[in-house]
């Protein structure tokens, strides 16, 4: 039972969107405004629900879609650590992707859709989200909860290798070892990517390694240049694709030399053919994670 009980879900909502809206420091606008919209409950099925509190998985007491307003992850799969991510953690990143109503955004990773409806609320009638998902049952639950959303379009597919077509916002929902270069050219000029760049280490309650650590790397297309920054930290559920054990393994030393909160000082994804150089990061084909200024 909730203390809430008795509150409309409307007021509920809200008091969510404005938590969510402090804990990420963003601003009181389209995106703060979508979380008091978008009801959760339409996209995570019916209760109860497995919550993720306290360090692990708690069963909510009852269906009083109350329980899913706060800002906490609820599991899609458990079985999995498959989650409904944290909702200040989405937005925070959602507000570095610099959202105007009328862009054309690409979520890659969108499970059963409840971020998805959030984009789709920021960029509005005139703009659109792509949402590719690789799980078809979760896909086709996002098919079916995003239904009536007519600037939504959700596709069954691998992320890393489907051609999404040109971008204002590319939103990376699971986590990778490097960007791929598909993601980079598909960015219109000053299109905007963010990526989880993951480490994964199988531990005893990970035995597959499902969950990866790392930083959000945000990446701009500017003047075919592209300046970028690792902007936070992220735990998230690792992609069975765009993951390379080689750079999986230097991701995690190159982590290691910069934690106690320094993030690594990458300025740029270098494109340009070059050999690689002390300012290469993690010098890859088609990229370069770079400490060069772009
Ligand atoms: C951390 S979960 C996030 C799900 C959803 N965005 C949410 O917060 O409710 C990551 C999602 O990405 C999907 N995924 C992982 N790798 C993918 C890939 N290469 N292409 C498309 N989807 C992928 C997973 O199946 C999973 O649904």
Redesign the pocket.
Known sequence: MTLTRHLPLEVVRLCYAEDVRSRANIPAGRLAQAFATVPRERYLGGGPWDVFRLGDYITTEDDDPRHLYHDELVA?DRSRW????QPSALAAWFQLLDLEPGNRVYH?????G??TAILAEVVGPSGNVLA????PE?AKRAHVNLAHLRNVRVVAA???TYDPGECDAIFI??GVTHPQPLWLDRLRPNGRLMAPMTVVQPAPYDPKGVMGTGHMLLVRHVHENYPASFESIVG??S????RDPAFNAMLGKLFQETILGKRADIRSVRRDPHQPAETCWLHGEGFCLSTEAP
């Not at 498959?82 to 991510?85: E, K, M």
């Open positions: 899609l498959l989650n409904n991510g890659a990773g969108c499970g059963v409840y971020y590719v998902e690789i799980d979760l691998d992320a890393i929902n699971a998230i559920y992609s069975p694709t765009g």
